[in-house]
């Protein structure tokens, strides 16, 4: 199956800091991914939808001033926390839809982003 | 906005089958039963995907009913790496369509 690449698998920033999440699909071309975010013992919420060469969707209640998205190529995508709080503490995770083959609409997965917002 | 129910946990004894059942009583036609699983700190894993016909792969096999209102994962031998979250999904399958996850069943095998 496909391979999607998160980076960094972890990071720590102070309150008030912005910090960057990359999503890569290593060996597929991705004009959607999508974002999730995960608090301890809850299940995956779905963010947004990341489109390649426009604006992403986001999902409701999900704040697009303070999640940004980026999709600017067919292989990367990035999120980008603005301003983060110690709520805004999660594991981020990624995904890509296989368009090919026994892929095609099966989501991979990336191995997903924890912050800690101290 | 998830469509199935999945019971919250389960039990499973090494080397026995797990079997876990999936509720999806408003799928439509053109929807696919997903299943995904996630060990504890890591991102989802597919296990097997299926519309109506029963599925089997290396991992897993697939029932589906026929009136393709549930379903039952079963992992013929589950060892101890098979303790995780399994998610039970429908959606249609293209492309674009996202995947909303639902509460999933905590499955723990014990040795």
């Known amino acids: 199956g496909a391979v999607v690449s998160q980076h960094p698998s972890r990071v720590i920033c102070k309150s008030g800091t912005s910090v960057k999440i990359e999503c890569r699909s290593l060996?597929?071309?991705?004009?959607?991914m999508f974002w999730y975010r995960q608090f301890p013992k809850q299940s995956l919420m779905l963010m947004a939808t990341s489109n390649e060469g426009s604006k992403a969707t986001y999902e409701q209640g999900v704040e697009k001033d303070k999640f940004l998205i980026n999709h600017a190529s067919l292989t990367l995508s990035t999120l980008t926390v603005t301003s983060a709080h110690p709520e805004d503490s999660s594991f981020y995770i990624c995904?890509?839809?296989?368009?090919?083959?026994?892929?095609?609409?099966?989501?991979?997965f990336g191995e997903g982003s924890r912050l800690t917002v101290l | 906005d998830a469509k199935t129910t999945q019971p919250p946990s389960m039990d499973c004894a090494e080397g026995r089958a797990a079997n876990l059942p999936c509720n999806h009583s408003t799928i439509s036609g053109n929807e696919y039963v997903y299943w995904y699983r996630q060990i504890h700190s890591q991102g989802p894993q597919y296990i097997i995907h299926?519309?109506?016909n029963n599925e089997t792969n290396e991992m897993a096999s697939l029932i589906i009913t026929e009136d393709r209102k549930s379903s039952t994962l079963i992992l013929p031998h589950a060892t101890l790496r098979d303790t995780a979250v399994y998610y039970c999904i429908v959606r249609p399958r293209r492309t674009g369509n996202q995947f909303y996850f639902g509460t999933g069943t905590s499955l723990t095998v014990i040795p």
């Open positions: 299926g519309l109506k």
């Open positions: 995904s890509a839809p296989g368009t090919s083959g026994s892929d095609a609409g099966e989501l991979f």
């Open positions: 060996d597929f071309q991705a004009t959607t």
